[in-house]
């Protein structure tokens, strides 16, 4: 397993199925897992599901040989921090898990497109009713409108629902990457929300990228 090279990070155990995944979570209570979307008995998302119901705090995860939107959506809405295609470089892997453990790992550029894509006008989630393509509510209650937030924590917001990284927006705006942690923070105690992708959706949703669609 390629984050067992990394003394960044200690395994703390295995599962080989859905049902064993949910028992060993509530057993070890580890920080985070690295759970696979295909699994023999109850699959990846079901046990998503359960371990976050149990452990809300645990950070999730998801492993899969396909980039399926209808998946990706699911596991965002199932309560998962992140997602990983089996193809991407032991680097790439290692760099994005060490984000999501520390609560700094961005949004990456292919779901903040994909995302766009199902929210524009002429998008899927316009065009369709289909509840497999449409954008999931949050895991917790309705957010507020946006008007708790200032000037400054709505371009943060856009700028990450376009998918930048901390140190991005910090270089775009201005400002430091701890100003823009900080930032991140009271947004999310604000909205209510717990992740990039959760304030992502709630920025299309409210309209927020209206006003720089297209921008960089």
Same mark, same amino acid.
């Given at each position: 397993?390629?984050?067992?090279?990394?003394?960044?990070?200690? $395994?703390?155990g295995?599962?080989?199925?859905?049902?064993e995944?949910?028992a060993?979570a509530e057993?070890?209570?580890?920080?985070?897992?690295?759970?696979? $979307?295909?699994?023999p008995?109850?699959?990846?998302?079901?046990?998503?599901?359960?371990?976050?119901?149990?452990?809300?705090?645990?950070?999730?995860?998801?492993?899969?040989?396909s980039?399926?939107?209808?998946?990706l959506?699911?596991a965002?809405?199932?309560?998962?921090?992140?997602y990983?295609?089996?193809?991407l470089?032991?680097?790439?892997?290692?760099?994005?898990?060490?984000?999501v453990?520390?609560?700094?790992?961005?949004?990456?550029?292919e779901?903040?497109?994909?995302?766009?894509?199902?929210?524009?006008?002429?998008?899927r989630?316009?065009?369709?009713?289909?509840?497999?393509?449409? $954008?999931?509510?949050?895991?917790?209650?309705?957010?507020?409108?946006?008007?708790?937030?200032?000037?400054?924590?709505?371009?943060?917001?856009?700028?990450?629902?376009?998918?930048?990284?901390?140190?991005?927006a910090?270089?775009?705006?201005? $400002?430091?990457?701890?100003?823009?942690?900080?930032?991140?923070?009271?947004?999310l105690?604000k909205?209510?929300?717990?992740?990039?992708?959760?304030?992502?959706?709630?920025?299309?949703?409210?309209?927020?990228?209206?006003?720089?669609?297209?921008?960089?």
């Amino acid at each position: 397993m390629i984050v067992s090279e990394d003394p960044f990070f200690e $395994i703390a155990g295995e599962a080989s199925g859905g049902e064993e995944a949910v028992a060993r979570a509530e057993e070890l209570q580890p920080d985070l897992i690295l759970m696979d $979307i295909r699994m023999p008995g109850v699959g990846g998302l079901e046990a998503t599901s359960r371990i976050k119901a149990s452990l809300p705090s645990v950070k999730i995860v998801m492993v899969t040989v396909s980039d399926d939107i209808a998946d990706l959506f699911e596991a965002i809405k199932r309560g998962a921090q992140g997602y990983l295609l089996k193809n991407l470089s032991p680097s790439a892997w290692l760099d994005y898990l060490r984000a999501v453990s520390l609560d700094q790992a961005p949004m990456s550029r292919e779901l903040a497109t994909r995302i766009l894509q199902e929210f524009l006008p002429g998008g899927r989630a316009s065009a369709s009713a289909d509840p497999r393509t449409a $954008i999931p509510s949050s895991p917790r209650m309705a957010a507020p409108a946006l008007s708790p937030l200032t000037e400054r924590e709505k371009e943060i917001l856009e700028r990450v629902a376009r998918g930048d990284s901390n140190r991005e927006a910090a270089s775009a705006l201005g $400002i430091s990457e701890n100003t823009v942690k900080n930032h991140l923070k009271n947004i999310l105690q604000k909205l209510h929300l717990d992740n990039r992708v959760q304030l992502a959706r709630y920025a299309y949703e409210n309209g927020l990228m209206d006003r720089g669609a297209g921008g960089g």
